[in-house]
């Protein structure tokens, strides 16, 4: 009866290793077509950029300045803080001073402290409010993130096609040294790659985000914005709502140049599930279990294995097969990674080339701490983001706790 039990956990541990390497096989399969795109893009109607800033983020300079000089006919900037004494804004105050911007074309704003959401959302809605009313598209991006000069043009292409209500990009975590937590974040950020290239499972992220004004106010996402925390999800949700598709832009991955100590992921991959969990149940359901399943097998594997090599238990032998997930995880994330470095910007990819082992050796443990991060979110409504403490009671109510330099709310 052992022996069967641990024949039908090696069986299990086959199945659950083969499924991501059947979605980087899909993904494979799909991204040359979707980079098949024109390489002059005829469709650029007016558009306001909306960058929420808090803080300065590694770079920060350089990120912003990137969108200073997109390539694109009609683009209006709007950047926004919460407060005048932010350090962003005197950075960017000084940035659009030095680059000589008419005001019509770029703009700092002050959105004031919110309530009830997330600052982020509070700040996008404040610069919607003062965006230009010829602009047909709004484009939302992070300061943590430095886009070439046609990452716009690329990801406003799409919404030619009127069946198309939204587009994305994605980040790419670069880090700068290979610490186990830089690239902890970088391999499990990457891990959401092979659900974007299918409209059934893909999502937006906020830092590349595009849709048009239309799209924007028949959804009513600033009613949906009003008590959220998360931008990119609920925009998601709106947008399927509506029966109009979201679409990837795979030329559009931003690259976010930042270091990342263990807590810091780890802090970061908690707020993400929670988000998860909050606003794409199944999209969390489904993490949860897989993440879960596949690191109790391993762990079953390798407590198998101590057993063999003391009794030499066939059964036992058996049972150790479990610990089969932990190469298939390696197979997978080297050839997923073959397939997404050609997404990375050209003068970046020999850096990360150069750290493939480390992506390749850190996938077992990004695995275990998604598990981490599933009971994490599982007890807890609670997370800090940028120095701010909420709750997220539901989709449709937020409360703000407590402010880093403040006392609780």
């Known amino acids: ?12 541990a086959a199945v659950l290793g083969a499924v991501p390497l059947l979605l980087t096989a899909r993904l494979r399969r799909r ?28 770079g920060f300079v350089d990120n912003v300045g990137s969108l200073l000089h ?44 919110g309530h009830g959401r997330a600052q982020k959302l509070t700040n996008q809605l404040a610069a919607i409010a003062q965006a230009s009313r010829r602009s047909r598209v709004l484009v939302f991006v992070d300061s943590d993130c430095r886009p070439d000069s046609g990452f716009v043009r690329r990801l406003v292409g799409p919404l030619a096609d009127a069946r198309i209500g939204a587009t994305t990009g994605y980040r790419w975590y670069h880090p700068p040294e290979p610490s186990l937590g830089s690239m902890l974040r970088s ?22 985000m595009a849709i ?15 008590r959220a925390v998360s931008d990119d999800l609920t925009l998601t949700v709106a947008v399927k709502r509506l029966g109009l598709k979201l679409q990837f832009v795979p030329s559009c991955i931003a690259v976010s140049y930042e270091e990342s100590s263990l807590p810091a992921t780890l802090e970061f991959t908690n707020r993400q599930s929670l988000i998860s969990r909050v606003y794409l149940p199944p999209l969390w359901w489904s993490t949860a279990i897989g993440h879960a399943s596949a690191n109790l097998l391993v762990a079953y594997g ?16 058996a049972g ?13 994330a080297l050839w997923l990674f073959g397939a997404i470095v050609d997404l990375i910007p050209e003068h970046l990819r020999p850096q ?3 750290l493939r082992w480390h992506y390749v050796l850190t996938a077992p443990l990004a695995s275990a701490m998604t598990l981490i991060n599933t009971l994490q979110s599982a007890r807890t409504r609670r997370m800090t983001w940028r120095g701010i403490t909420y709750e997220l009671r539901s989709p449709t109510e937020t409360v703000i706790i407590a402010h880093a330099d403040s006392s609780p709310v």
């Open 70 to 113: 997109q390539d694109y006919p009609d683009l209006e900037l709007l950047f926004v803080v919460a407060t005048a004494d932010d350090p962003a804004y005197d950075a960017i105050a000084r940035l659009l001073a030095e680059d000589g911007l008419a005001p019509r074309r770029a703009r700092l704003i002050v959105a004031g402290l």
């Open 187 to 208: 391999t499990w950020n990457a891990g959401a790659l092979p659900f974007l290239v299918d409209e059934k499972t893909t999502h937006a992220w906020g830092g590349a």
């Open 212 to 226: 048009r004004r239309e799209v924007y106010d028949r959804a009513d996402i600033a009613a949906i914005w009003d």
């Open 302 to 317: 390798a407590v198998n294995l101590l057993v063999w090599a003391s009794s030499d238990s066939t059964s036992a032998l």
């Open 1 to 12: 009866m052992s022996l069967l039990l641990n024949g039908a956990v090696a069986a299990l």
């Open 352 to 354: 990360v080339r150069h």
């Open 320 to 332: 150790a097969l479990g610990l089969l997930l932990v190469p298939m995880q390696w197979a997978n």
């Open 31 to 58: 991204l040359p077509a979707m980079l098949r795109t024109p390489t002059d893009i005829q469709y650029c109607p007016p558009a306001s950029v909306i960058l929420p800033c808090k803080g300065l983020d590694p």
